[in-house]
């Protein structure tokens, strides 16, 4: 099962880029990596997601090395509505078994004025 | 207007009975999920379909049941037999293909018992 790891927390002020990492040691060849992006008491909203090198979007940037076994979600000039907690997710969907549905306890991120 | 429903967005019982939450899409979407989220925690599944008349379970479903009868409608019970049934309850799904790599939550349904 490819279990993830996150940090539990960090903390940023406004404008800054902030890097997220995510370690995935045992990902599968076939395995897709996704981030969302969760309010208190709201459903999770799907950020990004990526297979290799890099993906960028109109909000993130997914950087993936080349043994895959990390992923790193880059979040440009932050503000304070990026104050949120942070999912990856690996997986290959559509999922043929339940327990290959994993998210991790995620990444509190604070941003600060 | 697509999107997912989740009603009722808070819910109090008393210890001992029984509760049906709703889901509602209408996204088309094949699959659809329950999770369980507690203060300060992460996602955990509850139940998992990836069709109609199809569920399975996750790691944490004693407790709960499902049924899948309609596309569009995935409602979980939570019974008397779950133990620690207060919590924040999101809904999901996903479609096909490349679209199956994002899932749609529902703006949950947070569930108080006493």
């Known amino acids: 099962l490819a279990k993830t790891t996150q940090p539990i927390s960090m903390d940023s002020y406004e404008g800054q880029e902030v890097n997220i990492t995510c370690s995935h040691n045992n990902i599968a060849t076939n395995d897709y990596i996704t981030w969302y992006q969760q309010f208190p008491s709201q459903g999770p909203r799907f950020i990004i997601q990526g297979y290799k090198t890099k993906v960028t979007n109109e909000v993130a940037s997914l950087f993936i090395p080349a043994d895959r076994k990390s992923s790193t979600l880059s979040l440009p000039r932050v503000s304070l509505s990026d104050t949120a907690v942070y999912y990856c997710?690996?997986?290959?969907?559509?999922?043929?078994?339940?327990?290959?549905?994993?998210f991790g306890s995620g990444t509190r991120l604070s941003i600060r004025p | 207007d697509g999107g997912i429903t989740q009603s009722p967005k808070y819910l109090f019982r008393k210890e001992g009975q029984n509760v049906t939450l709703s889901c509602e899409q209408n996204?088309?979407?094949?699959?659809m999920y329950w999770y369980r989220q507690d203060p300060g925690q992460g996602l955990r599944l509850i139940y998992y379909?990836?069709?109609?008349?199809?569920?399975q379970k996750g790691d944490i479903a004693e407790g709960y049941s499902v049924s899948r009868e309609k596309k569009e409608s995935f409602p979980l019970t939570v019974t008397s037999a779950q133990k620690n049934p207060t919590a924040f309850y999101l809904c999901?799904?996903?479609?096909?293909?490349?679209?199956?790599?994002?899932?749609?939550f529902g703006p949950g349904t947070r569930l108080t018992v006493t």
């Open positions: 997710l690996v997986g290959d969907p559509p999922y043929s078994s339940a327990s290959k549905i994993i």
């Open positions: 379909s990836q069709i109609v008349n199809d569920f």
């Open positions: 999901a799904s996903s479609g096909s293909g490349r679209s199956s790599y994002e899932q749609y």
């Open positions: 996204l088309n979407h094949d699959a």
